[in-house]
């Protein structure tokens, strides 16, 4: 008699973090819960995102475009062997390659949504009609468009499939409000990110940061991330030994150097860090920012960052969009999007009463645990998977 049910996680493109981050918080709420689970996916890079523990087990495929993806589809559905296939987002090629699977082999599949991937590509604005002309060269040159096997009308064609699905978890109320299923926030391990286990002035020493009142974003710079407007902010405060610590950099593009060239002077770049790592990183911080602009993408995102620095009970300062003033509720600092003097006013108020925002922190680190950590995405995870 088999003696756990097998969970096979799909994640459409290992080479990057579109994907693998939410797989992995899934994992480590699924084996809680007693289930095996494996990461199954495709590389359309090099290699595998750099952020993946070494010890990670991964089974992986080479991605490709059309038509030679039809033979990496084959590779990875003789490998998919869970009882239960669980898709991370609704691509083609973990989605799409999910319902293949299940065409035939009938196990249950779960969809879960954790961006609106259209909105990258202008969300409902977005259409494809092109002509007969145009149309033949997108499906016949070797580089043609629809030869990618991520091309927004195959994301449109998914988002149109996900009643397909034997149930669908999404992580934020607008993509509830969008596409139905079960509410399973993103998770953090509040025992690695616990604050009594590390020491702030300690790890600024290890971090050459002693010197600075520190502004810690723990990701990847990008536009709709708004550090610009912590920049300007800084500006406006003018005040050096104030300093935004950027962890990880832009895998993206060369966005981080843009800023550094403007902005330098109120910059320190830190390189990646293991996830085990991170904590002792973030326990640097004095404060977490988080300053999310209004987009279409931003609405229906989850930043782990706030997490991060919640569970480490820190003040977290961030914008009100999308759900982030849910998740923090009243233990964060809020600001409206785009508007650096409200950031700067925050700012001085935080560092002129540090005792009293450490106590909010604090609160902030309650309210993961009950609402945010790995067991409450299990708890929740195990009602979804008993309904199948």
Known sequence: ????????????????????????????????????????????????????????????????????????????????????????????????????????????????????????????????????????????????????PHHPLYLKLMENLVSQADAVTVHTSFLQQRFGGISVPNGKDTCLFDPARYNPEESRSRYGLSEYRVLMFPGAPRPYKGLEDVLIALDKINQPDLKLVIVGGSPYDNYDEQLQQQWGRWIIKLPNYPSDVMPDVVAAAHIIVVPQRDTPETRAQFPLKLTDGMAMAKPVLSTRVGDIPEILGDTGYLVEPACPEQIAEQIQLIFQNLDLANVRGIKARQRCIEKYSIEAMASTLNSVITRL
Request: hydrophobic share 40%; proline share 5%; charged share 25%.
């Open 1 to 148: 008699m088999k003696e756990k049910v097998k969970v096979s996680l799909l994640v459409w493109n290992l080479s990057t973090n579109d994907g693998f981050i939410r797989a992995s918080l899934l994992q480590t709420a699924l084996n809680q819960l007693g289930y095996e689970v494996e990461i199954l996916g495709f590389l359309f890079g090099k290699e595998l995102y750099k952020a993946i523990p070494p010890e990670t087990k991964i089974h992986t495929v080479e991605g490709a475009n059309y038509p030679n993806f039809i033979q990496s589809i084959r590779k990875i559905l003789k490998a998919i062997d869970g009882d239960i296939i669980y898709a991370i987002k609704p691509q083609p090629a973990s989605f799409g390659v999910a319902l293949l699977k299940k065409l035939y082999s009938k196990k249950p599949v779960i969809l879960d949504i954790d961006d609106w991937e259209l909105s990258w590509h202008g969300g409902d604005k977005w259409h494809y009609r092109p002509q007969l002309k145009q149309l033949a060269k997108d499906l016949l040159k070797k580089d043609g468009a629809l030869r990618l």
